[in-house]
């Protein structure tokens, strides 16, 4: 097992550096740099300008900027954020909690409800109940996730003035309350992002358990059981869903890149301070520094993904730690 996860560990080590290297290169290629909005001011001289690019290395040679990040970035060294106008490692360590907080809880909600209602799918096979999940599933899996953000966020905050519309906390009275109040109130602040996130992955989740579940029903091992005189209920959790939940695992991996990917829309939407907020801000100010150590973390949870979902196949299927 430890052989297993060693070179599983090289792998996502070789992933992560490989996508710092492209995207290092294409965003280095493209015209323009930080600087470039500041020659629309003309209080800021070609001079000025030519200042700042050689204070940053960014008048030396290609080959010799990326050597420089590169050993920068292996002491943990993220640079300067121009838009942020403070240290990158500073910035990252202000919204990387918010976001794993946002997409943590919206992630085990989603795949909570998507495992039952998938469940619930199977076992009523052919139903109106099934046809109705099944169609409310796939409506929600079919929109885009900035269109469902800004329904919430229109019904629920503007029409009924139920919940906040945006950002973590109460500007005015946060500080001012209790520890209570203050729990209280950053739940109230969750609900809507998380729900919106919840909405889009769960029904991608239910109709992966649903057909998973189906496959499981028809093996030879479900019939033995109901003909060893097991009741259903048995039949459906312990033999069915239990294998079923392998595909599940595979979905389970590719579901941690969404915790960036997916917050971006989120985070903007509903003024919420975490990396998807921060990696858009970071794109369109040309942040060089901190857009690559976005692309960083974005590769990492990416690999931990995929590292997780090997781990817990080879829990799941002895084989595999032989591969």
């Known amino acids: 097992m430890r052989r297993f996860i060693a070179r599983r560990l090289l792998a996502s080590v070789a992933i992560v550096f490989l996508a710092a290297t492209f995207t290092f290169i294409l965003i280095h290629l493209a015209p323009g ?4 909005a500041a020659a629309e001011n003309s209080r800021i001289t070609p001079e000025i300008q030519a200042q700042w690019r050689a204070a940053y290395a960014l008048d030396r040679p290609l080959p010799e900027q990326y050597f420089r990040y590169i050993a920068n970035t292996a002491k943990g060294d993220f640079g300067y954020s121009f838009s942020q106008h403070r240290s990158v490692g500073a910035a990252l ?8 907080l946002l997409m943590g809880v919206a992630l085990i909600a989603s ?8 469940a619930l799918q199977a ?23 900035f269109w469902v953000a800004l329904v919430m966020l229109l019904i629920f905050s503007v029409w009924l003035g139920l919940l906040p519309s945006g950002g973590m906390t109460d500007p005015l009275m946060y500080d001012y309350w209790g520890f209570g109040r203050r729990m209280q109130d950053r739940a109230l602040h969750l609900v809507l992002p998380v729900a919106s996130f919840t909405l889009l992955v769960s029904a991608a989740v239910a109709r ?12 030879d ?3 033995t059981a109901r003909a060893k005189g097991a009741t259903e209920r048995r039949v459906v959790v312990k033999h069915i869903l239990r ?3 392998l595909p599940i695992i595979t979905l389970l991996g590719l579901a941690f890149p969404l915790l960036l990917g997916g917050s971006v ?16 801000d970071a794109i369109l100010t040309r942040d060089y520094p901190l857009v690559m150590a976005v692309v960083i973390i974005g590769s990492v949870l990416v690999s931990a993904g995929n590292l997780l979902a090997d781990v817990l196949y080879a829990f799941a299927d002895p084989r595999l730690r032989r591969s």
């Open 111 to 118: 795949f909570a409800i998507g495992i039952v209602l998938g």
């Open 265 to 280: 829309f989120i985070e903007r939407i509903f003024s919420w301070p975490g990396m998807g907020r921060l990696a858009a």
């Open 208 to 219: 992966y358990q649903r057909s998973a579940m189906l496959d499981m029903a028809d093996q």
């Open 93 to 100: 360590a202000d919204a990387i909690p918010n976001t794993l």
């Open 243 to 245: 294998n079923a939940l």
């Open 33 to 36: 740099d930080p600087f470039s």
């Open 221 to 223: 091992f479900v019939r």
């Open 123 to 145: 076992r009523a096979r052919g139903t109106a109940l099934d046809r109705t999940l099944g169609g409310v599933s796939l409506f929600f899996y079919s929109m885009p996730d």
